[in-house]
Every structure is written in C-alpha cells, then in structure tokens.
C-alpha cells in the first residue's frame, strides 16, 4: 500500500471507495476541493491510499488555513462537521496520517485537526466536548408525527393554521435562504459565509442539496440548508428571524426538514453538532434527537496546548459583541473576508 495526493483523475476511484466505505460522509467527497477553492481560495490537499493494484482503500482531504490572525494549519474538514481520515482498517489510516504531517511540515503548518466521526485510537490528544445531534427515522412521515409529543405537534400546528407554507427548492431559494442565515450571523456575533460558498455547494452536489424555507405570505421567516449522503440526511444551516419566533416557524422548518427526510427515503435526520446542556441541544433533543460524541483529534508539531478557535473563547468576547452591532449588510462586506480563516 502507498498514500500519496490525489488528483482530478482518481474520482472513480475515490467515489467507489467511499459507497462501499462504512466510515465514508458527503465531506469526503473530492467535489469538495473544487468548491472550497472557488468559495475561499484555500489550498486544498487530497490524500488516497491504494493497494498494489491501484484500488483506492483510504480517503483524507485537507484544507490548509493560513492567516497572520488565526496561524497557518491544516483541517479536516472545514466549515463542516464531519471529514478526517476515512479508512476501514488500521494501516490505512496510519498511512494516511503520516502523508498528512508530511505535507503539514512541508507546509510550515503548527497542526492538523482531524474532524473523526469514531476515535482515531492512535494517541493523539482530542476533543469531545461537541456532540452531533441525531434522530432515526420511521418510514413515513405519518409515524414520525404519530411518535412525537402532543406538546410538540402543538407547537408544528400553531404556524399551519396561521397560513404560513413551506417550500424545498434548490438555487431558487438561496436568496431567502442567505438573507435569514446573515441576520441570524450577525445576531449571534458570528461572521457569515459568502452567498457564492452555498451557491457552489448547489452546483456541485446537484443531487444531495436543498434548501427548505417557511415563509408567512410574502415574508420568508426561517431556512435551512439540507445535504444528504447515503441514509443521513444533515442541517448543517438553519436560521430564522428572531423576532417571529413567537410564531413558531422554526419549528414548522425543522418538523417539515424532517418530513422531507422521511419522504425521500433517508433513515436518519442529522441536526447537527451542540454543546450538552446548551439551549441548541435542549431544542434538537425535544424531537427525540440523541446525541454521538464527536472526536476531534489534532497533530501538534511542536507540542502544547491544543488550538481553541471558537467563538466559546473568552478571547474573543469583544469582538463578538461588536459584531452584533454592525449593520448587517457591513457583515456581507466583510465577514466573508474574516470567516474564511475560521474553521
């Protein structure tokens, strides 16, 4: 077995891999190079594993951040939940690992974060602190409304008979979509993604993307991004406009996201990663979602403290306050500029 960096040219390889995989998500699919080099302009790093016969046995992309703020790094995946290294048995996944810290050195990177659906096992120090939120699916929706409490259907019920409607769609929802996602950024004190950084991901994954938005009249009120691989169908974006929660829409957003779940065959809903205890994971663990920890292993190449760029830094307190403060279309300018460097 070799590890080397993969090109264009090893797709069918890769995709192969990756459907008979059992430790394969969507962030391991290589169309993910192509649209975080459009969207960010990162270099980008795809390591395969091949046996003698030139079958492809392992998969690790990396995404190399590199900023005089936020250090120059490797990850596994960005922007998203999932990536790291995919590999059914332990030699791969070695092999994969010492490819990465050679490119990591030869890129002067001080470490590399490996986002692990199952621990690595390998020694390497990790974090666990974020869990992902799912829920399994019944074949219908019809079961799923039936299994929900009464509480709850109430709170589905409440938008329907105030006339507000649900629609999926694909690129013609972005604009709704990207509207709510940067006000609700700009409220949480969080830089926003570039409008063409979602519009790329709807390009290339033409048949695993969507985009569910509730709307009263005229007026769109909340909006998720779906991405569906294999059984898993994943919210990795949802937002609303606060001052209409009273009126329930977030709720109908996630229970028709659910419903759309159920219809188009998936057996599992992803809600996405919380903190436990948090008030997103109290509102994902309602629709009975539990939660599966997450590892996030990291290579550090001098040692020390692991990084800790995440908005729960005291560090950065000021700043998120300050943010909330802006004018929302300030945040379009230059958030995207900022986030970019942000895993």
């Known amino acids: 077995m070799k590890a080397r960096i993969a090109g ?72 998203f939940n999932y990536g790291g290294v995919c590999a059914d048995k332990p030699a791969v996944r070695d092999l994969l690992i010492d490819e990465a810290i050679r490119t990591a050195r030869e890129a002067g990177a001080s470490h590399i974060e490996f986002r692990q659906e199952r621990p690595l096992d390998n020694g390497f120090p990790v974090k666990t602190r974020k869990v992902s939120m799912r829920l399994g699916l019944p074949q219908s929706g019809l079961d799923l409304w039936k299994s929900l409490p009464s509480k709850l259907r109430n709170q589905i019920r409440k938008p329907q008979k105030e006339g507000m409607t649900v629609r999926i769609s694909r690129h013609e929802g972005l604009e709704n979509f990207y509207r709510i996602f940067s006000i609700n950024m700009r409220d949480l004190g969080t830089p926003v993604y570039p409008k063409h950084f979602f519009r790329n991901i709807l390009d290339h994954f033409p048949e695993n993307s969507w985009i569910c938005t509730v709307s009263a009249g005229e007026t769109p009120l ?5 991405v569906g691989f294999k059984e898993k169908l994943e919210i990795p974006w949802a937002s609303s406009i606060r001052k209409y929660n009273r009126l329930g829409a977030n709720m109908f957003l996630y229970w028709s996201c659910l419903e759309f779940a159920c219809g188009q065959g998936f057996r599992v809903f992803d809600f996405g990663r919380s903190t436990a205890g948090e008030s997103t994971y109290k ?38 306050g300050m943010w909330k403060r802006l004018p929302v279309p300030l945040t379009r300018l230059i958030g995207p500029r900022i986030v970019r460097n942000i895993p």
């Open 283 to 320: 509102f994902k663990e309602q629709w009975g979602a539990v939660p599966y920890p997450m590892y996030w292993h990291y290579w550090m190449a001098d040692g020390g403290s692991l990084p800790d760029i995440n908005p729960g830094n005291p560090k950065y307190r000021l700043a998120i």
């Open 8 to 79: 264009s040219g090893d797709v069918p390889g890769i995709d192969s891999f990756l459907q008979r995989s059992d430790a394969s998500s969507i962030y391991h699919d290589y169309r993910w190079i192509s649209v975080i080099e459009n969207s960010f302009g990162h270099r980008c790093y795809y390591l395969v594993c091949e046996e003698e016969d030139e079958s492809t046995t392992g998969a690790l992309p990396l995404v190399q951040l590199k900023s005089l703020l936020f250090g120059n790094f490797l990850v596994s995946m960005p922007y």
């Open 222 to 226: 909340a909006s998720g991004f779906l």
